[in-house]
């Protein structure tokens, strides 16, 4: 079946970088692009950006321009997010998903990144 | 960005009785190719999102109808016919007209 399966959670202090990965299984990794959402505890979903997987082009919200990259190994069928210059408000749980048509399904189950000194 | 408001934020329903879930866009969602790109998801305590609906009011595969959408331009509806046990969560709206995909806030349903 289609699966995305993320990375563990992440412990880090102001001012890192934590990079989260996101497994692809049971489709072309290649053909559906991923993209990237975030919720904070008890809070909604703030969209992050999009990578294509083929050509590896990516698209970011305004806000996190700067401060994350999103890239990918074919080979492994594995999708990159990494945020800089962490800031305890970027405490959350990161989620991928692959996009089909214009919705997303499925999400990964989500890492939790905490930010603190 | 569109902003997405849902409407109410809580609702406490008694198993087996209706619920009805707004969505309101600041703009119309409706597309140049007659597509209104309009979704609802689900996130049931733990997991990450579900997605129920797309294009205003298509069930998605193994959605159960006792779901349906309904709505146009940018005003939608959610609505459970009989809420059961399994239905509580975190409802969202979420619109992918254009770029950035923007959620509504939320809204928690629970079981009396």
Known sequence: QVQLVQSGAEVKKPGASVKVSCKASGYTFTSYDINWVRQATGQGLEWMGWMNPNSGNTGYAQKF????????NTSI?????????????????YYC??????????????TLVTVSS | DIVMTQTPLSLSV?????????????????????????????????????LLIYEVSNR?????????????????????????????GVYYCMQSIQLPPTFGGGTKVEIK
């Open chain 1, 65 to 72: 321009q700067g401060r994350v990259t999103m890239t990918r």
């Open chain 1, 77 to 93: 069928s594995t999708a990159y997010m990494e945020l800089s210059s962490l800031r305890s408000e970027d405490t959350a749980v």
């Open chain 1, 97 to 110: 998903a692959r996009v089909k048509g214009r919705w997303f399904d499925p999400w990964g189950q989500g």
């Open chain 2, 14 to 50: 008694t198993p087996g009785q209706p619920a009805s879930i707004s969505c309101k866009s600041s703009q119309s969602l409706l597309h140049s190719d007659g597509k209104t790109y309009l979704y609802w998801y689900l996130q049931k305590p733990g997991q990450p999102p579900q």
């Open chain 2, 60 to 88: 998605f595969s193994g959605v159960p109808d006792r779901f349906s959408g309904s709505g146009s331009g940018t005003d939608f509806t959610l609505k459970i016919s009989r809420v059961e046990a399994e239905d509580v």
